[in-house]
Every structure is written in C-alpha cells, then in structure tokens.
C-alpha cells in the first residue's frame, strides 16, 4: 500500500463501481475531517443529506454526532469521519454484506493513510465492518477492543439515539470512555485540550 495517498483514495471512491449502489446516488461520500487526527469515527452509510452534499454526517444524526462529540470538548473538525459504504443505499437501507465488502478497500485505504489510535465505531454495520459479521452491537457497544494496536469502541450509531432516547445515557457513558482512553493515550490534552 506504499504509493496510496489521501489524493488516490478520493478518485478511486469517485471511480468505483464495485457494486451496484452508485447507480442510484447524487454523490460519492468518500468521507472528511482531519487526516492527521489519532481519532476515527465510522458510521454506516450515507444518508439524503449526505447524498446531496457529498459530505459524511452533515444531517440531522450528524448534528447529534456533533453535539456530542462537543460535550466531551473535541471539536469535530478535530477527527476524521467516514461511513463503511461510500454511496447512499436506497431508501437509507443497511448495506448489504456484498456492499460492505466491495467498498472495504476504501475503508482499509482511510485507516492505512490515517493510521487512527483510536476508533468509534457508529452502530453495529461499523462494528461488524470492523469486529466481524457475527458482531451484535448490543453485546459488544461499551467495550474496548485492541486490534493491533488500535483502541476500537464500539457505541450507538447517532440515528438510533434519535429513535430512541432511553438509549442515550449509554451513548454518554461511551463518550466519557472515550474521552478517558484519549487522556491516558496522552492524545486528549495535547491534541484536543
Ligand atoms: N448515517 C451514517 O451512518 N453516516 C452518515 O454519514 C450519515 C448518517
């Protein structure tokens, strides 16, 4: 992978047509925010909004994301966010395992060129993207897991907290997490204080 760069990523995602999602969208999101953040944040796919802007979490669970991302002091523009497909599934459906598949080498190229310490996880198509298929977002969300060497946290993507609100002290209880294991990887005061 040595002669990948941010520049190639970005074209290879306007180019692809390794599954059929592109047939249907506005834009490619290949995903944005800071590439040299120890910080990633994966999320599932692109949404309406995200479709028309060409921009990762720029809609309503994007402003959620956003404001929790704030009530633990880290300005967004601070990480980078990306989502495991780079094309809107129709009707915002879950990606399929072929489609998750077909797009992993954008996701494998984002953490390559980031080389993130630690990684949110959004929901459980980032964690099983991530963790495996056989992974359950309930059983897992809140853990820390190590993954050659980098710190993996697996929480509620921003759209099911919308859904349902008595799923939010948990998300706050990630953040807290989240907002510790930077402080002892030394990442917190230095980057984010
Ligand atoms: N949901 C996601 O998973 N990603 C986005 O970019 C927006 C909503």
Redesign the pocket.
């Known amino acids: 992978m040595a002669d990948i760069t941010w520049d190639l990523l970005e074209t290879q995602v306007q180019r692809c047509q390794l599954c059929s999602l592109y047939k249907g969208i506005h834009h490619k999101?290949p995903g944005q925010g800071d590439r040299s953040a120890p910080l990633m944040l994966i999320?599932?796919?692109?949404?309406r909004e995200?479709d028309e802007q060409g921009l990762?979490?720029v809609?309503a669970?994007?402003q959620l994301l956003t404001r929790m991302l704030s009530a633990i002091s880290l300005p967004r523009e601070r990480v980078y966010i990306c989502?495991v497909v780079k094309c809107r599934p129709p009707q915002n459906r879950t990606p399929l395992p072929e489609e998750m598949e077909a797009c992993r080498i954008h996701l494998r190229m984002q953490t390559w060129l980031l080389r993130p310490q630690v990684i949110l996880l959004?929901?459980a198509t980032a964690a099983k993207a991530a963790l495996g298929p056989d992974t359950y977002i309930t059983r897992v969300r809140g853990k820390w897991i190590e993954k050659n060497g980098v710190w993996m946290l697996p929480t509620f993507?921003p759209?099911a907290l919308l859904r349902d609100e008595s799923k939010k002290p948990l998300a706050w209880e990630d953040m807290k997490s989240l907002r510790q294991k930077l402080q002892e990887l030394h990442l917190y005061e230095d980057i984010y204080g």
């Open positions: 999101v999320g599932e796919g692109p949404g995200e990762a979490f809609g669970a994007g989502n959004l929901g993507h759209s």
